[in-house]
């Protein structure tokens, strides 16, 4: 039970009082609420910890328990987070950081970060993922102990695999004599981090104020500087809880952020050479574009070089439509290649080799023998040895252990400096085939989206060419992952800005897909664009109740179901799994579909306040109902359009 | 007189002769012909298994989830040839260390002589509305679409691309992604009622045809 502080007694007055004596002692016991002693431990706000002359049951007054406090522990820890601009703090509210959750909102103005609930830590996690894809920077999570680090587990691993940065901080009941009962001891852990340890950049557990800062400003350094990662902190609930020590000598620093890590002049210089001399050079991007300007940078490269670009589609490297994008016919430029640069590429072992086979992956290369490889990314710096991310390795000719973005502009120059004015003709001719070749593979796509063109349920390319129609003249921003819709918008679309898209889960566990949408949203909100989300049905089960954080927080977001009723990936391998025991492939949906009764979405959404369509089964009734949806999220709300799809 | 007949029968009988002897000639060059054109097509098939083209287009040139029906050649063998040489979609390059025009030539005619027969007919033995049944409860729509009309995950099917005794035999023998489905499995008779089944599908419209497509 707490009480407010004109209600109590004072603790510094308390503190006298214990000093003077009995008196003072029997008249705090004779206050209701002071006399109400919950614990014989140390008092609560005593940070400098009294001496106490008797053992603390003998005394009547260590059996008051000092409720007030003029300065808590998580008021300084505000002060340092708020040195770090996090813009939001999405959580799912806990006790063990209730004392930090009070402080941001009322000690902090709940601004710079602005409180956002959350239904869910995964949820919180993945708004913190998909959010930092879009704005470039962390926003803060908080989650409550034990159980709630395990709900949060899942969306951390994600973003681990995503190497994007979330800053997680982690309530704990660290004193167990502080613990004020059974769910005290079940929410807590001796080392709460241990179990994400594996799949976050750093964590700490400090136990004082000062260190805390430091841990902070550290922290966010981590997270940030490539490979960026999530970190966690533990913020335990007596240092939140607890009176700040009078004259306390506390210093926040000054965060400096670290320069991104990029390759040293003379590699950059060899991989010019390589390139430049290169009669079929192929640049193959991932995780490149961490900000606007690694867009820009792969396409100055490119252009340069008239070089094809493979794009894996980790971020929006590379515009969809430029004539040099050939990720349509990336085995081709691959088999053909003398040069493969890599670029923050995930797993270059599958980009050069090729895996067949039923039962055991057979394997050969996709490369004609000879070709170079080269490879820059910041994951050479650091990896983590349990869970298996990293993929295969694959030896290369040259490695610069070095963040692509930050070594674009020396490769650039370094380009610059070994063209010749013969190989500028070459590459003249090389770009000109390459631009046949583009259109040639962007007609064949469209031709290769008209079957099933007026089909029920809809086909993916239809959704997809229907929901194109709606925006293409919006400042749009798609913030889900395209493969499970045969990749139609980046087959079709015009993806050519930063915000266009923003990869996929990376550890591609489900549950990503919603929270991630309306954490990218939640980024966009303030420049104003529309953000798009073709929102997988079984993903979106997994935590709905973002939805409402949506309706909530007024976080625009157009959500176009893609609703195929099925676990559909699953389903696939059942049937092939049936087949091989050889028992026959009628019965793969058992557990592996969403119907009887279907999941009518559009209901779901409005009764968390958001603006619901459908289900569309008609493809003719698409474009009405996106209009319709839009002009809801235009308004500044999020709205969703139900549309059953056929399964990829 | 008689001299004229004795000379017309010497006559008779060296043009019979002749004759007999001319087609000889001309069996013997068919049988050449045909030898030659034998040879060439198991050269050609040899070829098409050692440059690797099976692996995408099957091992008769099927089509798979790979890469697309290729027997018969929907081209003539020049420009099969060039674009072997120099693709424009997500088939790699093909160099003449690979293959040489004059394999590509035998490719070409393996291709021609793998030529399914005629699809007219087939459908009547099949059941197409047992088919649609069997397609969904066999889940062929998983991978294929509902209208076998393809994904990521599947090429297009609908309307078949291939002759009945093509899709059985790549069923039975895939060589791509896509498991091997025994007879016990999907029966034959099944397989002919999906072939009705998807023969049923209209062929697509051009994507010129369509606005949405030309954004």
């Given at each position: 039970?707490?009480?407010?502080?004109?209600?109590?007694?004072?603790?510094?007055?308390?503190?006298?009082?214990?000093?003077?004596?009995?008196?003072?002692?029997?008249?705090?016991?004779?206050?209701?609420?002071?006399?109400?002693?919950?614990?014989?431990?140390?008092?609560?706000?005593?940070?400098?910890?009294?001496?106490?002359?008797?053992?603390?049951?003998?005394?009547?007054?260590?059996?008051?328990?000092?409720?007030?406090?003029?300065?808590?522990?998580?008021?300084?820890?505000?002060?340092?987070?708020?040195?770090?601009?996090?813009?939001?703090?999405?959580?799912?509210?806990?006790?063990?950081?209730?004392?930090?959750?009070?402080?941001?909102?009322?000690?902090?103005?709940?601004?710079?970060?602005?409180?956002?609930?959350?239904?869910?830590?995964?949820?919180?996690?993945?708004?913190?993922?998909?959010?930092?894809?879009?704005?470039?920077?962390?926003?803060?999570?908080?989650?409550?102990?034990?159980?709630?680090?395990?709900?949060?587990?899942?969306?951390?691993?994600?973003?681990?695999?995503?190497?994007?940065?979330?800053?997680?901080?982690?309530?704990?009941?660290?004193?167990?004599?502080?613990?004020?009962?059974?769910?005290?001891?079940?929410?807590?852990?001796?080392?709460?981090?241990?179990?994400?340890?594996?799949?976050?950049?750093?964590?700490?557990?400090?136990?004082?104020?000062?260190?805390?800062?430091?841990?902070?400003?550290?922290?966010?350094?981590?997270?940030?500087?490539?490979?960026?990662?999530?970190?966690?902190?533990?913020?335990?609930?007596?240092?939140?809880?607890?009176?700040?020590?009078?004259?306390?000598?506390?210093?926040?620093?000054?965060?400096?952020?670290?320069?991104?890590?990029?390759?040293?002049?003379?590699?950059?210089?060899?991989?010019?050479?390589?390139?430049?001399?290169?009669?079929?050079?192929?640049?193959?991007?991932?995780?490149?574009?961490?900000?606007?300007?690694?867009?820009?940078?792969?396409?100055?490269?490119?252009?340069?070089?008239?070089?094809?670009?493979?794009?894996?589609?980790?971020?929006?490297?590379?515009?969809?439509?430029?004539?040099?994008?050939?990720?349509?016919?990336?085995?081709?430029?691959?088999?053909?290649?003398?040069?493969?640069?890599?670029?923050?590429?995930?797993?270059?072992?599958?980009?050069?080799?090729?895996?067949?086979?039923?039962?055991?992956?057979?394997?050969?290369?996709?490369?004609?023998?000879?070709?170079?490889?080269?490879?820059?990314?910041?994951?050479?710096?650091?990896?983590?040895?349990?869970?298996?991310?990293?993929?295969?390795?694959?030896?290369?000719?040259?490695?610069?252990?070095?963040?692509?973005?930050?070594?674009?502009?020396?490769?650039?120059?370094?380009?610059?400096?070994?063209?010749?004015?013969?190989?500028?003709?070459?590459?003249?001719?090389?770009?000109?085939?390459?631009?046949?070749?583009?259109?040639?593979?962007?007609?064949?796509?469209?031709?290769?989206a008209?079957p099933g063109w007026n089909a029920?349920p809809i086909s993916t390319a239809r959704m997809?060419?229907?929901?194109?129609?709606?925006?293409?003249?919006?400042?749009?921003?798609?913030?889900?992952?395209?493969?499970?819709?045969?990749?139609w918008?980046?087959?079709?679309?015009?993806?050519?800005?930063?915000?266009?898209?923003?990869?996929?889960?990376?550890?591609?566990?489900?549950?990503?897909?919603?929270?991630?949408?309306?954490?990218?949203?939640?980024?966009?909100?303030?420049?104003?664009?529309?953000?798009?989300?073709?929102?997988?049905?079984?993903?979106?089960?997994?935590?709905?109740?973002?939805?409402?954080?949506?309706?909530?927080?007024?976080?625009?977001?157009?959500?176009?179901?893609?609703?195929?009723?099925?676990?559909?990936?699953?389903?696939?391998?059942?049937?092939?799994?049936?087949?091989?025991?050889?028992?026959?492939?009628?019965?793969?949906?058992?557990?592996?579909?969403?119907?009887?009764?279907?999941?009518?979405?559009?209901?779901?959404?409005?009764?968390?306040?958001?603006?619901?369509?459908?289900?569309?089964?008609?493809p003719?009734?698409?474009?009405?109902?996106?209009?319709?949806?839009?002009?809801?999220?235009?308004?500044?709300?999020?709205?969703?359009?139900?549309?059953?799809t056929q399964?990829? | 007189?008689?001299?004229?007949?004795?000379?017309?029968?010497?006559?008779?009988?060296?043009?019979?002769?002749?004759?007999?002897?001319?087609?000889?000639?001309?069996?013997?060059?068919?049988?050449?012909?045909?030898?030659?054109?034998?040879?060439?097509?198991?050269?050609?098939?040899?070829?098409?298994?050692?440059?690797?083209?099976?692996?995408?287009?099957?091992?008769?040139?099927?089509?798979?989830?790979?890469?697309?029906?290729?027997?018969?050649?929907?081209?003539?063998?020049?420009?099969?040839?060039?674009?072997?040489?120099?693709?424009?979609?997500?088939?790699?390059?093909?160099?003449?260390?690979?293959?040489?025009?004059?394999?590509?030539?035998?490719?070409?005619?393996?291709?021609?002589?793998?030529?399914?027969?005629?699809?007219?007919?087939?459908?009547?033995?099949?059941?197409?509305?047992?088919?649609?049944?069997?397609?969904?409860?066999?889940?062929?729509?998983?991978?294929?679409g509902y209208v076998?009309q393809?994904a990521?995950?599947?090429?297009?099917?609908?309307?078949?691309?291939?002759?009945?005794?093509?899709?059985?035999?790549?069923?039975?023998?895939?060589?791509?992604?896509?498991?091997?489905?025994?007879?016990?499995?999907?029966?034959?008779?099944?397989?002919?009622?999906?072939?009705?089944?998807?023969?049923?599908?209209?062929?697509?419209?051009?994507?010129?045809?369509?606005?949405?497509?030309?954004?």
């Amino acid at each position: 039970m707490r009480k407010r502080k004109d209600d109590s007694v004072n603790r510094r007055d308390f503190l006298k009082a214990a000093a003077a004596g009995t008196a003072a002692a029997a008249a705090l016991a004779a206050n209701p609420v002071a006399a109400r002693a919950a614990s014989p431990a140390m008092p609560h706000g005593n940070a400098t910890a009294p001496t106490l002359a008797k053992p603390p049951l003998a005394d009547a007054a260590s059996h008051v328990d000092v409720v007030t406090v003029d300065r808590p522990g998580s008021d300084f820890m505000v002060d340092a987070l708020k040195t770090l601009n996090f813009e939001y703090l999405c959580a799912n509210p806990g006790n063990s950081f209730r004392s930090l959750h009070e402080s941001l909102i009322n000690y902090g103005g709940n601004k710079n970060p602005e409180f956002i609930t959350c239904c869910h830590e995964e949820s919180a996690v993945a708004m913190g993922h998909g959010y930092a894809k879009i704005e470039g920077k962390p926003l803060l999570v908080c989650v409550h102990g034990t159980v709630g680090l395990q709900h949060a587990s899942m969306g951390i691993y994600d973003a681990f695999c995503d190497r994007v940065p979330v800053y997680i901080i982690l309530g704990n009941f660290e004193n167990a004599a502080m613990r004020f009962g059974q769910v005290d001891w079940t929410h807590s852990a001796q080392d709460p981090a241990a179990m994400i340890r594996d799949f976050v950049k750093w964590d700490d557990q400090p136990v004082s104020l000062q260190s805390f800062a430091e841990s902070a400003v550290r922290a966010y350094k981590i997270a940030t500087t490539p490979p960026m990662m999530p970190v966690a902190l533990v913020a335990g609930h007596e240092l939140q809880e607890n009176q700040v020590p009078d004259g306390a000598p506390l210093s926040i620093p000054k965060l400096t952020m670290a320069s991104p890590p990029a390759g040293d002049s003379g590699a950059v210089a060899e991989v010019a050479r390589l390139l430049v001399a290169a009669e079929n050079p192929v640049l193959v991007t991932d995780r490149v574009a961490r900000t606007p300007a690694g867009l820009a940078g792969m396409i100055e490269l490119a252009e340069l070089l008239q070089a094809p670009v493979v794009d894996r589609n980790g971020r929006m490297n590379f515009p969809t439509r430029h004539p040099l994008n050939q990720t349509e016919r990336a085995g081709a430029v691959i088999d053909t290649a003398d040069v493969i640069a890599g670029l923050e590429l995930t797993d270059f072992w599958s980009t050069v080799n090729s895996v067949h086979g039923q039962v055991y992956p057979v394997t050969h290369p996709a490369t004609k023998p000879g070709a170079k490889l080269i490879s820059i990314t910041a994951n050479d710096l650091y990896l983590k040895s349990n869970y298996q991310d990293f993929q295969r390795y694959q030896p290369v000719d040259l490695a610069l252990a070095a963040d692509a973005e930050a070594t674009l502009p020396s490769l650039i120059e370094a380009v610059k400096r070994q063209i010749t004015d013969d190989r500028k003709n070459t590459f003249e001719d090389r770009g000109k085939k390459l631009a046949t070749a583009h259109q040639q593979a962007l007609d064949r796509n469209r031709e290769a989206a008209t079957p099933g063109w007026n089909a029920s349920p809809i086909s993916t390319a239809r959704m997809s060419a229907e929901l194109w129609a709606q925006i293409k003249d919006e400042d749009w921003s798609l913030v889900s992952n395209c493969q499970f819709v045969s990749r139609w918008p980046l087959r079709l679309w015009d993806f050519n800005k930063h915000y266009h898209y923003i990869g996929t889960e990376g550890g591609f566990g489900v549950g990503y897909g919603l929270p991630a949408s309306v954490g990218a949203a939640l980024g966009n909100r303030k420049h104003g664009r529309l953000t798009v989300s073709i929102q997988n049905d079984g993903d979106a089960m997994f935590a709905p109740g973002v939805l409402w954080t949506a309706a909530h927080s007024r976080i625009p977001l157009l959500i176009i179901m893609h609703n195929n009723r099925a676990y559909h990936q699953e389903l696939m391998q059942i049937q092939i799994m049936a087949d091989r025991h050889n028992r026959g492939i009628t019965r793969a949906s058992i557990g592996n579909v969403l119907v009887d009764p279907p999941i009518d979405y559009a209901k779901l959404a409005q009764s968390m306040g958001v603006h619901g369509e459908g289900p569309v089964t008609d493809p003719s009734d698409l474009a009405p109902a996106i209009k319709r949806a839009i002009a809801v999220v235009k308004g500044g709300s999020p709205a969703l359009v139900d549309v059953v799809t056929q399964p990829r | 007189m008689r001299n004229f007949w004795r000379v017309s029968v010497h006559i008779a009988v060296l043009l019979t002769l002749t004759g007999a002897c001319v087609c000889a000639q001309a069996q013997t060059d068919a049988e050449k012909s045909a030898s030659a054109s034998t040879a060439k097509v198991e050269s050609g098939k040899r070829a098409f298994s050692s440059a690797g083209c099976a692996a995408c287009h099957g091992v008769r040139g099927q089509g798979t989830n790979l890469a697309p029906q290729i027997a018969p050649p929907p081209v003539e063998l020049p420009a099969l040839i060039s674009y072997v040489r120099q693709p424009t979609g997500t088939m790699p390059a093909v160099s003449a260390a690979t293959a040489s025009d004059q394999q590509l030539s035998d490719i070409y005619a393996f291709l021609k002589s793998e030529a399914p027969a005629s699809q007219g007919g087939e459908a009547a033995t099949g059941n197409a509305a047992n088919g649609k049944k069997l397609f969904l409860a066999y889940g062929c729509y998983q991978c294929h679409g509902y209208v076998g009309q393809g994904a990521s995950t599947g090429p297009r099917i609908g309307p078949p691309p291939l002759s009945l005794a093509f899709l059985i035999s790549y069923v039975r023998h895939p060589t791509g992604q896509m498991p091997p489905y025994t007879e016990k499995v999907v029966p034959d008779q099944d397989l002919t009622d999906i072939f009705a089944y998807l023969r049923t599908m209209p062929q697509p419209a051009r994507a010129s045809s369509i606005p949405l497509l030309n954004q």
